[in-house]
């Protein structure tokens, strides 16, 4: 059976998620990472969003040279950057989510930062059909947590993360087996996952800065300058990757959410929804060999995207979809009264996760 990946990367992830969190930030350049203390700072930028990197800025750059040209850019009478800490459990939260949407997609996904993973649609059948599923997966990302995600869908890993970054924001990009070799060729050899600046710089040496040149070079050549890695290079560069996709060896949480088709505070909407996801959770956990589990976490997003979770650990496992969904309730309810909802904002999204699991015999 052909093999159908799929790579999914938010898109600025950090500052996405500050710019909808913070309306009067949209449309500014952002740089969230290290303080910039006036251009004294250490350390250096976590993210930019697209805004900042017209200015140049990027991941890694140290903070003093972003602010320096943010600096410039006010010279220019051009917007000063916004300079933020950020917010990391806020981050792992969203991240959380667009996890639980992907599993939602497909049993075999592989999580390899707070804001990428892989999703096996081998299943599907057919590139269209799995094609299908990462638009599906794209627009419940944007109505869930309203932030736009890449995606790229290949024969395998290595191309489906190099596809995903092809037509950043927002991207959704297919390549097909056949396509390969024309699709990798006039790509820069720092394309394939292991060639760093260094390996680049020396093939750049011998002439070789696209992967299709990597052809000007016999395979002695590489396995000369490189070792036992020139010939995976030779694979790679050829578009071959037959790696796994290694699934989280420990299931930590199993958690679902809805988005309300429109803004509610109908306790009778929000409780059917609790039951419905109490319902999934325990089905999810029962299918992955769990027996039960100790804390329950709900989250609440009103309208205006305001999200709080709260949580309750029990010494009693939780087992069954009836426990689940009385503590979920109870969990709730302080958000659709005076308690913890004093200016009774509609509700946007539930969610309800399961945390502390128990292994089954
Ligand atoms: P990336 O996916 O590499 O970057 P990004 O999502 O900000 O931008 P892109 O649209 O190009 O995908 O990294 C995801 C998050 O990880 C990023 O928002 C911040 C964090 N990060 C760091 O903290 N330090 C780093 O050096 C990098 C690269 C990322
Ligand atoms: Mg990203």
């Known amino acids: 059976m052909t093999r159908i990946i799929a790579h999914v990367d938010m898109d600025a992830f950090f500052a996405s998620v500050e710019e909808r969190d913070h309306p009067w930030m949209r449309g500014e350049p952002i740089v969230v990472g290290a303080d910039p203390e006036g251009g004294k700072g250490r350390g250096v930028v976590s993210t930019a969003n697209y805004a900042a990197r017209i200015y140049g800025i990027h991941s890694a750059m140290p903070i003093t040279e972003a602010w320096r040209r943010s600096e410039a850019a006010k010279k220019r009478c051009e917007p000063a950057v916004l300079f933020l800490g950020g917010n990391m459990s806020r981050y792992k939260e969203v991240s959380d989510s667009i996890m639980d949407i992907m599993h939602r997609y497909g049993d075999v996904v592989e999580q390899t930062s707070i804001d990428e993973a892989y999703i096996d649609l081998s299943f599907t059948g057919s590139f269209k ?44 990009t297919v390549v097909l087996p056949d396509d390969v070799i024309t699709f990798l060729r006039p790509l820069p050899v720092r394309k394939i996952p292991g060639v760093g600046p260094k390996a680049a710089e020396r093939l750049l040496e011998r002439g070789v800065r696209t992967i299709g040149e990597l052809e000007i070079l016999s395979e002695s050549e590489l ?45 009778s909407v929000i409780f059917f929804a609790v039951r419905s996801l109490a319902g999934d959770v325990i089905r999810r956990l029962n299918s992955k060999g769990f027996k039960g589990f100790h804390t329950v976490t709900v989250t609440i997003r009103f309208a205006d995207f305001e999200t709080h979770t709260h949580s309750q650990t029990t010494e009693k496992m939780i087992t069954t979809v009836d426990e689940l969904e009385v503590l979920a309730i109870k969990l709730i309810t302080p958000f659709l009264d005076r308690r913890k909802n004093p200016e009774h904002k509609l509700i946007r999204l539930v969610g309800v996760r399961a945390e502390k699991l128990v292994e089954g015999e």
């Open 129 to 172: 059909k799995a094609q299908e599923v990462a638009e599906k997966i794209k627009k419940e990302i944007q109505t869930t947590e309203e932030l736009t995600a890449s995606v790229g869908i290949g024969p395998n890993k290595m191309i489906a993360k190099i596809a995903s970054d092809m037509h950043k924001p927002d991207g959704l």
């Open 223 to 267: 396995v000369g300058m490189f070792g036992k890695w020139g010939r995976t290079l030779l694979w790679r560069a050829i578009g071959e990757d037959d790696s796994p996709l290694e699934t989280e060896h420990e299931t930590k949480s199993i958690g679902e959410q809805v988005t309300f088709t429109e803004d509610t505070n109908e306790s």
